[in-house]
């Protein structure tokens, strides 16, 4: 594929390598297919957020030079890849494209969502504007609707200051049940305890527990359950059937292609039975 990225994978200084196997919760071959190859590497981190926020000043200050730009396979948008070792593993970061929404009414969405939803990235960080939250936090809680391992990167906290913006992190982080670092990116400030963070949900030693919405409106609820229970009994395990639900609702074809391919089953560990294609026949 003449535009997939290769970037050297960085050597192990010690002999740690591949003792936190079970770990790691990306699916390399949708990765392959999405143009990023996981071999000698621990980990991968998506890089998400609103246009604007930092991403590439956070993701230029995690790899340093050790990057590397093309573009996504078969698509003109460009992607940027690099790496860092931490506690001696090798992190491979992908910044996706900036957007507000993961709906894939775009482009750029598609890509960032269907990195999130196939890739399965061990962390996804989701890079805020600490001066615009509640616009940024659209982004935050639709990421959290389809994995369950995320950071907030909330950035531009030097700006949040000179505005005297108060912004109560812990109680952010408590809500959401997921780690909230601050960071001003442009002056390296708080990078090193956005790694660490990165690292702990990765390894596992912080499992988050994603806020996700619970209440929808009346007249879907019944068409929302029934879907429900044909996804969970079709794809058993699928950590987020309510999200894949809604969105077959909305009728969104990346999805409805997905169910009916049985990509969909990919996310769960383990064959798709029968049940998979009779939901499958039924989408058809
Ligand atoms: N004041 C301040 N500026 C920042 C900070 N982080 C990034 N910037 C600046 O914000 C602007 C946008 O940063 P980028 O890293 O390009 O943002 P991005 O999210 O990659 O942008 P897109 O890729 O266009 O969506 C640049 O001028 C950065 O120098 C920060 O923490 N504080
Ligand atoms: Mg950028």
Not at 100 to 114: F, P, Q
Request: net charge negative; glycine share 8%.
């Amino acid at each position: 594929m003449a535009d997939q990225i290769q970037i050297e994978p960085i050597p192990l200084s010690s002999a740690h390598a591949g003792s936190c196997d079970g770990c790691a919760v990306h699916n390399a071959g949708a990765l392959l297919k999405l143009g990023v190859d996981m071999q000698n590497w621990d980990y991968v981190v998506a890089l998400a957020g609103n246009p604007n926020t930092g991403k590439s000043t956070v993701f230029n200050a995690l790899t340093g030079l050790r990057q590397h730009t093309g573009n996504w396979p078969g698509k003109t948008v460009a992607r940027a890849e690099g790496g860092f070792l931490y506690a001696d593993k090798r992190y491979k970061l992908v910044d996706l494209p900036g957007t507000y929404s993961l709906l894939a009414t775009s482009l750029d969405e598609e890509i960032a969502r269907d990195f999130i939803l196939f890739g399965q990235p061990d962390v996804t960080v989701v890079v805020v504007d600490a001066t615009r939250l509640e616009r940024n936090l659209n982004l935050v809680l639709q990421t959290l609707e389809i994995t369950e391992r995320a950071v907030v990167c909330l950035n531009l906290m030097d700006e949040a200051r000179r505005h005297k913006f108060q912004i109560d992190e812990r109680r952010l982080a408590r809500d959401l049940g997921v780690p909230v670092v601050p960071t001003a990116a442009r002056q390296g400030e708080g990078l090193s305890e956005l790694i660490q963070a990165v690292h702990e949900v990765a390894t596992g030693q912080v499992t988050c527990k994603p806020y996700r919405m619970q209440k929808e409106p009346k007249a879907i609820k019944g068409a929302l359950d029934r879907l429900v229970a044909q996804l969970i009994s079709a794809f058993p395990g699928l950590p987020n059937a309510r999200w894949v639900a809604l969105r077959l609702l909305d009728g969104d074809e990346s999805i409805v292609q997905a169910v009916r391919s049985g990509e969909l089953g990919q996310l769960i560990s383990g064959t798709p039975d029968v049940a998979q294609r009779q939901l499958t026949h039924q989408a058809a």
